[in-house]
């Protein structure tokens, strides 16, 4: 998991750079960053990668779309996790 950390926080800085903080290849490793802070146990840290992550499923794909749904429901355990 720690090498996993600093690929995923590039790929990140690459999304963001080149296609924007609203793109969902952007939202996609924002995703996966809060899986890895998930599983070293900072769910703190997870929870507003995964709220960002929904921000942007949802305004590119649609508040109907499968992608959304899936991006609730990672928020949805998250949140449960946090007894929130």
Do not use: C
Request: charged fraction near 20%; charge should be negative; glycine fraction near 4%.
């Amino acid at each position: 998991v720690d090498e996993a950390l600093p690929l995923i926080q590039r790929a990140l800085a690459i999304n963001r750079s080149e296609l924007g903080e609203n793109h969902p290849n952007t939202a996609s490793s924002l995703a996966w960053l809060a899986e890895i802070y998930q599983l070293q146990g900072d769910f703190e840290s997870a929870l507003p990668l995964l709220a960002r992550d929904h921000d942007i499923v949802e305004h590119s794909r649609g508040p109907a779309h499968p992608d959304t749904a899936s991006s609730l429901n990672n928020l949805a355990v998250l949140m449960y996790r946090l007894g929130k």
